[in-house]
């Protein structure tokens, strides 16, 4: 069954500002639709300093990451390729650097506002797509898993919204399984990154949430499950840089 394609819009709304903390007492993750509506107005709040605080708290290292998340795809020239949860549009700058014709979306508006891509954009939902069956040959995501409310209805809509044999790559956070490199991540993301926060950012809460936000994600083995329930197969875990990032890859049935 189609689904009416949405027109994709350079449109950039500015959000009202909200004074949503996105972490409860005690440093709880909010869960259900505190979830959602605590992220969306979070990364509303950042986006006009993310993309240097990314470059801080990665060194530099989530360009690698992002190009070979692309080359995991293994795309031929041209493909069409949704960025979900773009942010300030990082992957949808890679993706036409290789070649292909990205679209971004994301459900925070300040982010869409703060991007730098010539990319066409449109504020959605990652769990309900406005775009047509079939419509795209790949879907990126980079570190956005565990900020989406419903990890298994966006995966299906990803399949939904891939042609036959999609590929999906989605990049995000990990914890090290060797002790030392565990202690070693522990140390900068948990505790520099936070500091960094105070620091730099103009929401410190945020660069809390960020590292306490790996608990959302499930396993790799759940990861991989997941993927297949939605309708994947050739799904594949790997990880990078010591253990604390994962891509996460498989192709649409």
């Known amino acids: 069954?189609?689904?009416?394609?949405?027109?994709?819009?350079?449109?950039?709304?500015?959000?009202?500002?909200?004074?949503?903390?996105?972490?409860?007492?005690?440093?709880?993750?909010?869960?259900?639709?505190?979830?959602?509506?605590?992220?969306?107005?979070?990364?509303?709040?950042?986006?006009?300093?993310?993309?240097?605080?990314?470059?801080?708290?990665?060194?530099?290292?989530?360009?690698?990451?992002?190009?070979?998340?692309?080359?995991?795809?293994?795309?031929?020239?041209?493909?069409?390729?949704?960025?979900?949860?773009?942010?300030?549009?990082?992957?949808?700058?890679?993706?036409?650097?290789?070649?292909?014709?990205?679209?971004?979306?994301?459900?925070?508006?300040?982010?869409?506002?703060?991007?730098?891509?010539?990319?066409?954009?449109?504020?959605?939902?990652?769990a309900a797509l406005p775009v047509a069956d079939g419509e795209f040959d790949a879907i990126v995501c980079g570190f956005a898993l565990r900020n989406f409310v419903d990890l298994d209805t966006v995966f299906r809509e990803c399949a939904r919204a891939l042609r036959p044999g999609g590929r999906i790559a989605a990049l995000d956070a990990a914890i090290p399984n060797r002790a030392l490199l565990r202690a070693g991540n522990a140390v900068w993301f948990r505790g520099a990154v936070p500091l960094l926060g105070r620091l730099l950012s103009r929401d410190p809460d945020a660069y809390r949430y960020l590292p306490a936000s790996t608990a959302y994600l499930p396993p790799a083995t759940a990861l991989i499950d997941l993927l297949a329930s939605a309708g994947f197969v050739d799904t594949r875990h790997r990880t990078m840089t010591g253990g604390s990032v994962q891509l996460l890859t498989g192709t649409r049935t």
């Open 1 to 126: 069954m189609g689904t009416s394609r949405v027109p994709m819009s350079r449109s950039r709304p500015t959000p009202a500002p909200r004074p949503t903390a996105v972490l409860g007492p005690h440093g709880a993750l909010p869960r259900g639709e505190t979830k959602r509506v605590a992220i969306e107005a979070m990364f509303d709040r950042v986006a006009p300093g993310y993309d240097r605080m990314n470059r801080i708290i990665s060194f530099g290292l989530d360009r690698r990451w992002r190009r070979k998340a692309v080359a995991a795809l293994a795309l031929a020239p041209g493909a069409r390729v949704l960025d979900l949860a773009c942010g300030t549009g990082d992957f949808s700058r890679d993706l036409k650097a290789a070649g292909h014709q990205p679209v971004g979306a994301d459900f925070s508006a300040g982010m869409l506002a703060a991007a730098r891509t010539p990319t066409p954009l449109v504020r959605a939902d990652a």
